[in-house]
């Protein structure tokens, strides 16, 4: 079978790995490829996908602060729905986590104006079913600038701009060997074919270790940690869908309407090795519990549940960069638990280091550095 070249490889059909690959169309020939049938089918399609300020440090924020724009007006011809909708983010805590909610503020203010305080009444008007007063919630923070995102019109969006482009999607090929040869990394998948260029992107999400082993770079450390989602009915009657994303200061739990349901979380990190994450019963009833420890509403059933896998590096921030061990292989991975906010952040840093371009100044004035995002810091 003949190789099919192209000017970069980008192995990982998921959010991180699409929007690179549709910068990327604007300086070559991009070819993606893609272990499952579908893209996104782990990571990217197991999402909350809500944007917010209430998560991840500085540099998270600054990734966060920056991709709003594109949520919020894409390019034209982009999609055929909006990709975002306006809805608030309210934070809770108990007395014990009050401190926590006060530093959360204060670093959401440093990129936000549209944080304030929330009293009891004013949490209840918003989240009639939550459980205040003592020994349970007493304050509150709203972020009023979140947005729930729509990750299927995100992810069609790129995938057009790549195929528009003259790029290739090749979804249902695990990659089974990659070398370096005559300046090329070459890339074979499970049905023989052969696939060349001298960038190759690794955007393998939970792989991407794996997929630097199998290239023989060093890898980054990446940690894999599963996080479970249930779907809760809410009493008959109840209207849910203005209600905010919800979530506690610390990492205990949050919920988000869906549909006329609740999606919850007990935003577990399982440490897990890459695979197809699956909900265990433990993580299950761990969620139902704190469902009813936080609110008033009796999960009487589950309507649905999944899992999926964020991946992190030891810092807990997204990497794009070149491998200081191998040249033209670029590092883009462990977007942990906010690749999708932070996706055209990281997207137009990836194609400025790739073709040699200026780093965005509006990254900077955010305080995000290449010192912050390049793979050296983990790897020195």
Known sequence: MAMQCADFLVIGGGIAGLSAAARLTLSGNVTVIEAETALGYHSSGRSATFCHYGIGNATVRGLTSFSRAFFQEPPAGFSDYPLAKSKSALFIATEAMLPTLAELATSMRRFTDTISEVDEAGMLELVPVLRTGQDAIIAGVVDSSGLKLDTDALMQGYARIVRRGGGTIINGQRVGGIHRSDGLWQVTTADGSSHAAPILVNAAGAWADQLAALAGVRPLGLEPKRRTMIVIDPPAGMAVNDW?????????????????????????????????????????????????????????????????????????????????????????????????????????????????????????????????????????
């Open 244 to 380: 905010p994303f919800t979530k506690t200061a610390t990492d205990d739990f949050y919920m988000l309407p869906d549909s006329g349901r609740l999606m919850a979380s007990p935003v577990d990190e399982v440490p897990s090795e890459p695979c197809d994450a699956q909900p265990e019963e433990y993580d299950l009833a761990l969620a139902a519990w704190q469902a009813e420890q936080y609110t008033t509403l009796p999960v009487v059933r589950i309507a649905h549940r999944w899992a999926g896998l964020r991946s992190f590096v030891a810092d807990r921030v997204p990497t794009a960069g070149f491998a200081p061990d191998a040249p033209g292989f670029f590092w883009l991975a462990g977007q942990g638990g906010y690749g999708i906010q932070t996706a055209p952040a990281m997207a137009a840093i990836s194609a400025a280091l790739i073709t040699g371009g200026d780093w965005p100044k509006e990254l900077t004035a955010l305080g995000v550095t290449p010192a912050k995002i390049l793979p050296d810091r983990l790897l020195g």
